[in-house]
């Protein structure tokens, strides 16, 4: 072995500090002739900077990593690959992130508002119904419209309805009292709205398959509407389990207040009951909505 | 514009031309929007990576011209996940409250970015080497323990962790090469 690879072992002691005195002061002497070694304390340094990286950093993926597992995983090998899916199981963000980067690939254009709309449809219990069959739903919805309530989870549509997210209260979530605000305001004017209501269920949680809900509409308190639903009707969206529900807000009263509550349906069981998706909605006299 | 090469919108760039930023950022607000990400500030998000691109862009950092768009593209979709785990912990309910950024306390606020990119390589190299590299790194530069020590924890002489230590070296070199590459 040479002097200069006999220095070389000794370098991650000395930037880690743990070389005996002696040890220090003859690599010290040598650096100061020896660039290759100054080169590899350099190197040694920066792993040392480790240290101060937040540890739950070192856990999450590298961003460039995850985008090179979306967009080229043939260039990462077999090893990190294998690190990076372990991440993946133990780790909700960077899934969500991976779900994300998956939705436009390099080069791809974002989808348009009707192709994200036909997305959702098809997430929903009518994956199997191929287009000819939503044609004839639109026919036949027809008189359902005027002879149903007015939410419906059926997927009935005259035109391309209103799209909007609405996520649980968290003072819900929380269990304590639920608030009187207004979480969304819907346009009067609106031919149907696509109300997604954001659960706190997970996918586990509906696979299990032991669970039925009752979908809710109050107003003041008294009921005004209600209708079971199952697992079926569900929808996951960006890892968030959801139930579509389209509405017609010409049936409601315009400029009053209704509450939307999802229940566990359960009879016996302590989770009777047990709302897992609470807030209000206003339906408003005007041609426009907006989020309070 | 449309129609100018890579090459071109990379030299416009670099030089401040107004249309060569108007075709980068159509690109990054491709990226940005596109994912779905919801972020909190998707503007502020497309400004970060615009910095980003004009930084490695006057260093020269970006090594082939003629896929400035493939890089600019990466470089967003990178950013946008940084992001989003930023926002996500922040939303979380039992988050500390967040940290001021730390670039606009120092006094020089060049060299705390150039300190956190090179943080963010070294991170980047890490998370590639081989898991008994990562062991050996978690015991070596972050436990500072000395080598007879981590030869006792891992059966081995000490003379043999030094010689593994290296060779791990030897592979954060190479990675180091690679990635600043790509970079």
């Known amino acids: 072995m040479s002097e200069d690879d006999r220095y070389a072992l000794l370098v991650p002691w000395y930037v880690n500090g743990t070389l005996a005195p002696d040890e220090t002061a003859e690599i010290e002497e040598h650096l100061s002739a020896c660039s290759s070694c100054r080169d590899l304390v350099g190197l040694a340094r920066r792993q040392a900077e480790l240290r101060e990286l937040d540890p739950d950093a070192m856990e999450h993926p590298h961003a460039s990593l995850l985008v090179q597992y979306v967009d080229s995983p043939e260039r990462l090998d077999a090893e990190t690959t294998e690190w990076i899916e372990g991440r993946l199981a133990a780790c909700a963000s960077c899934r969500d992130a991976i779900d994300r980067l998956r939705e436009t690939r390099p080069g791809e254009e974002s989808p348009r508002w009707y192709e994200k709309l036909w997305q959702g449809l098809a997430a929903t219990a009518l994956r199997p119904v191929p287009a000819a069959a939503y044609l004839l739903l639109l026919f036949v919805g027809a008189g359902f419209l005027l002879t149903r309530g007015p939410l419906e989870g059926d997927g009935t549509l005259m035109t391309a309805p209103l799209r909007i997210s609405l996520s649980g209260d968290r003072d819900v979530r929380a269990g304590q009292a639920p608030q009187q605000r207004i979480a969304m305001r819907i346009p009067g004017s609106a031919g149907t709205v696509l109300l997604e209501l954001e659960t706190e269920l997970s996918v586990v949680d509906l696979q299990a398959g032991d669970l039925a809900f009752v979908l809710e509409l109050r107003r003041d308190g008294e009921l005004e509407w209600s209708e079971p639903r199952d697992a079926e009707g569900f929808v996951v969206r960006d890892r968030r389990v959801a139930l579509p529900v389209l509405i017609h807000p010409r049936r409601l009263d315009a400029n009053t207040v209704y509450q939307i509550a999802l229940r566990i349906h359960k009879p016996g069981d302590p989770l009777d009951g047990q709302a897992l998706f609470k807030r209000s909605i206003q339906i408003d006299a005007g041609s426009t909505g907006s989020a309070p | ?183």
């Open chain 2, 1 to 183: 514009m449309d129609t100018a090469s890579d090459a071109d919108v990379l030299a416009g760039f670099r030089t401040g031309r107004p249309e060569s930023i108007a075709v980068v950022r159509g690109w990054v607000q491709s990226a940005v929007r596109g994912g779905n990400w919801r972020f909190h500030d998707p503007e502020g998000v497309t400004q970060e990576v615009l910095l980003t691109l004009t930084r490695q862009a006057r260093a020269d950092r970006v090594r082939q011209a003629e896929r400035f768009r493939s890089y600019a593209y990466s470089v967003a979709r990178r950013t946008c996940v940084t992001v989003y785990h930023q926002e996500r912990k922040s939303r979380s309910v039992e988050a500390p409250e967040a940290e001021e950024d730390d670039a606009a306390a120092t006094s020089d606020p060049h060299a705390e970015v150039e300190r956190r990119e090179r943080l963010d390589m070294t991170l980047l190299v890490f998370q590639r080497l081989p898991a008994h590299c990562k062991d050996l790194w978690t015991s070596v530069f972050i436990d500072g323990l000395q080598a007879d020590a981590v030869g006792r924890e891992l059966g081995i002489s000490a003379n043999n962790v030094r010689v593994r230590v290296h060779r791990c070296l030897e592979k954060a070199r190479k990675l180091y090469r690679e990635v600043a590459g790509h970079v």
